[in-house]
């Protein structure tokens, strides 16, 4: 498991030098011919590592319900995301590698309640959805990379 969290800390850290480089207006531009946002990718691999994780082991999220609910698989942003909400997005990025961590090392982790995601892989461990996690970032990383070169 050291090399998975090592991976997620490393994709975590990309993602944050998205907030130094954007502005509140360019995290919420969404280009033309794209359906969301540099924020709304952002806040989706907050909440999905959350649903992936803690919930699919039947623990609580580490979210407030009402960012999962805005950032959830299947959401389009607004393109109206406020600072505050922003900062929020950027503590829960920089904290959750930690907190998983530190909850996996404590043993926190007791069940798991296998899952398929839409895309048609089958998590049937927490392991196998740690490891998912980290190619579901793969995948938001490289559709930021896109967006970023239109706004």
Do not use: C
């Not at 919420?28 to 919930?55: D, E, F």
């Not at 607004?78 to 043993?107: C, H, P, W």
Request: net charge neutral.
């Amino acid at each position: 498991m050291n090399a998975t969290f090592r991976i997620w800390e490393t994709s975590r850290n990309i993602y944050l030098k998205f907030f130094d480089n954007y502005s509140l207006e360019q995290l919420n531009t969404i280009p033309a011919g794209m359906s969301n946002n540099l924020i709304w990718n952002l806040g989706h691999v907050v909440v999905s590592q959350q649903k992936l994780v803690y919930a699919l082991s039947g623990l609580p999220m580490y979210i407030p319900e009402s960012l999962f609910e805005k950032y959830q698989n299947g959401s389009r942003p607004d393109g109206k995301t406020t600072q505050a909400e922003v900062d929020e997005i950027k503590k829960l990025l920089s904290e959750m590698v930690g907190k998983t961590k530190s909850d996996f090392e404590a043993g926190v982790f007791k069940e798991f309640h296998p899952y398929q995601t839409k895309t048609g892989f089958h998590l049937g461990t927490l392991k196998e959805a740690m490891e998912f996690n980290n190619y579901h970032e793969g995948i938001h990383l490289g559709i930021m990379m896109s967006i970023k070169k239109y706004i």
